[in-house]
């Protein structure tokens, strides 16, 4: 199987990823998601992006059905073992979370951290991609389906680059996007690509795809708080429901 250069950089960070700093308010962040979907036992929930499954792990250790969808085979390989030992019933699918649409519906979903949305390859339009995500999890959720996301914000994205940034090829101003080489344990470079959002921009592409938006506020790890979007916080939180 071809392994996308998102790919190589997450079987790299897999092993460490669970020592960033934002990865340690787990378990608010379940009782946020509880309160904010209104959650209950036995609902069956989805996690695009899932990575080495700790928002999967919370949820189910609350007698929830979770499963998980995620790019790396290397993040969903922490992810199963973790369950396993926690004897946790998880489903974990590898898959593009653009192409993937599960024979099934859920009742909620989330996709949180930049686990899949955001992040794109070479050669990908981003708008056509992020839409495709949108779609699919609208097919997955049933009617009434409240759905969590966490995105980039795009308003920090412009402040943080220049008009050089945009000749040299870095910044993409057209469509709010970053290019990044970086550089594995191997040597081997790859170039990643990851995109911000409007809050405008946000909302027309959820309305095109049958989500009506509730709130919108900043949502940057750690700092969860319901609050109107600062220009310069790392990520805007959208909660929606499925029309």
């Not at 996709?111 to 949108?134: M, N, R, S, T």
């Not at 910044?171 to 191997?186: C, P």
């Not at 921009?201 to 709130?215: A, D, H, K, R, V």
């Amino acid at each position: 199987m071809h392994s996308s250069n998102w790919q190589k950089f997450f079987k790299e960070e897999a092993p460490r990823y669970l020592d960033n700093c934002f990865t340690k308010n787990t378990e608010f962040e379940i009782r946020f998601l509880i309160d904010e979907l209104g959650l209950k036992e036995g609902d069956h929930i989805l996690d695009i992006g899932c990575g080495t499954g700790r928002h999967s792990l919370g949820l189910a250790k609350e007698k929830m059905n979770v499963t998980g969808i995620d790019l790396s085979h290397d993040m969903l390989g922490i992810a199963r073992q973790k369950a396993q030992e926690l004897g946790q019933n998880i489903t974990f699918i590898q898959g593009n979370a653009s192409k993937i649409r599960l024979d099934k519906q859920f009742d909620h979903a989330i996709c949180i951290c930049e686990g899949a949305f955001g992040l794109f390859e070479e050669g990908v339009e981003p708008f056509k991609y992020h839409i495709d995500i949108l779609k699919n999890v609208n097919f997955m959720l049933k009617p009434d389906g409240r759905f969590l996301m966490t995105v980039l914000n795009g308003f920090k994205k412009i402040r943080e680059h220049t008009d050089g940034d945009i000749s040299k090829g870095i910044f993409d101003s057209l469509t709010i996007s970053s290019t990044m080489e970086m550089e594995l344990s191997d040597g081997f470079k790859v170039e990643v690509h990851e995109k911000g959002f409007l809050p405008y921009e946000l909302t027309q592409m959820l309305n095109e795809t049958g989500f009506s938006i509730i709130n919108l506020w900043g949502g940057s790890a750690c700092e969860w708080n319901k609050q109107p979007l600062k220009l310069d916080e790392y990520e805007i939180m959208v909660i929606s429901r499925k029309i």
